[in-house]
């Protein structure tokens, strides 16, 4: 076990103040005597709850943002829009049990609703999905709903730690981190809260804002005119009407969600990859031209970097301002120019999107 410190957007004394006040107890389950099966469980907990039918604001990953931003554009198009970025503070260790066995029980009753018993769980290779039907040839065990449940008791339940002084801890509140099922107890109970709150909403009020959510980070788009009470609306969403005490709401970056920075005007919304080392090298996410890292792999990384940066760019401007940084970022690395280019130009090539090539001579 270790401890998880977590602080931001506070003064240097706060922070270690701060930092102490929220030290949260990690247990990772990767050494634990029923690890495979709890990582299959897990598996399927995740894919259960990424499946949830209903209304809700539940992203299954990072690269969903950018199709949130559009359908929010399309949605709301020719209205004023404004943004809100908020965190469920404190969601892991304040998510009452409660909630979280009833949602997980609620929501597989609806997957038996629609004739599901269980999930399908590859035991061989994680880039295979789990799926509702026997994938085929693809070696796999049958995660039946029952056993499911059970499992998700045990992990609430027995979720403990030994100390370096040999103690052990159990923990009796929240959400057991390090844990196998937590992203899944996480995405499925917020996810849950939702659907019951936006059954109090009526249409109109629907569709004057879209609202997404990864694990415990939300993003609110709405609609900013005088045919509705726009600034209550927000004012109740922020005091967490949506989701149960004690778990509330703080305020994030506004111009920020998850890995895309964004900017609203009256032309819509534009969107790039978040880079904090846009004017200079803040941190440190790729290896030097010199490590002992093959040249292959350096190149292969360059690339997959570079596709995200197309990927969550809105439009061309975007893409070439955002690349411009990146390829920054790798020529103080020491990544020769003729890499970059290469870079560049092949994913012009593959994508269609002419802009990579002004970007390879602009940059060169």
């Known amino acids: 076990p270790y401890i998880l410190f977590k602080a931001k957007n506070v003064t240097e004394e706060a922070v270690r103040q701060q930092k102490w006040q929220k030290a949260r107890p990690i247990a990772p389950t990767f050494a634990h005597p029923m690890h495979k099966l709890l990582h299959y469980a897990?598996?399927?907990?995740?894919?259960?709850?990424?499946?949830?039918?209903?209304?809700?604001?539940?992203?299954?990953?990072?690269?969903?943002?950018?199709?949130?931003?559009q359908r929010a554009m399309t949605k709301m198009h020719g209205h004023n829009m404004r943004a809100v970025v908020l965190d469920i503070e404190g969601c892991y260790p304040n998510m009452p049990k409660e909630i979280i066995r009833h949602s997980i029980m609620d929501i597989i009753c609806q997957q038996r609703q629609l004739g599901y018993a269980g999930v399908y769980v590859p035991t061989r290779a994680t880039t295979h999905k789990c799926s509702w039907k026997p994938p085929g040839r693809v070696q796999s065990i049958f995660m039946h709903f029952t056993t499911l449940m059970q499992i998700l008791d045990f992990s609430l339940d027995q979720a403990v730690f030994r100390r370096l002084d040999g103690k052990l801890i159990r923990q009796t509140k929240g959400i057991p981190m390090g844990d196998a099922l937590s992203p899944g107890m996480t995405i499925g109970a917020c996810g849950?809260?939702?659907?019951?709150?936006?059954?109090?909403?009526?249409?109109t009020t629907k569709q004057k804002f879209a609202a997404a959510r990864y694990m415990d980070d939300v993003i609110v788009i709405y609609i900013e005119d005088d045919t509705w009470n726009h600034t209550q609306f927000i004012a109740d969403f922020k005091r967490s009407e949506c989701y149960a005490a004690p778990l509330k709401l703080e305020e994030g970056n506004d111009d920020t969600f998850l890995e895309n920075e964004f900017k609203i005007s009256s032309d819509g919304i534009q969107y790039w990859l978040k880079n904090t080392n846009t004017e200079q090298c803040k941190i440190w996410r790729y290896q030097h031209i010199n490590s002992y890292t093959p040249y292959k792999q350096k190149r292969s990384t360059l690339i997959a970097t570079l596709k995200k940066v197309d990927r969550m760019a809105s439009n061309a401007a975007m893409r070439y301002y955002s690349a411009q940084d990146k390829l920054r970022e790798f020529t103080q690395l020491g990544y020769p120019d003729a890499m970059l280019k290469y870079a560049c130009q092949r994913i012009g090539r593959e994508t269609g999107h002419a802009i990579w090539f002004q970007v390879a001579k602009d940059h060169i």
């Open 192 to 203: 849950w809260m939702e659907i019951q709150w936006m059954e109090t909403l009526d249409h």
């Open 42 to 69: 897990g598996r399927a907990l995740y894919f259960v709850v990424n499946n949830i039918p209903g209304e809700h604001f539940i992203i299954s990953n990072t690269n969903k943002v950018p199709y949130f931003f």
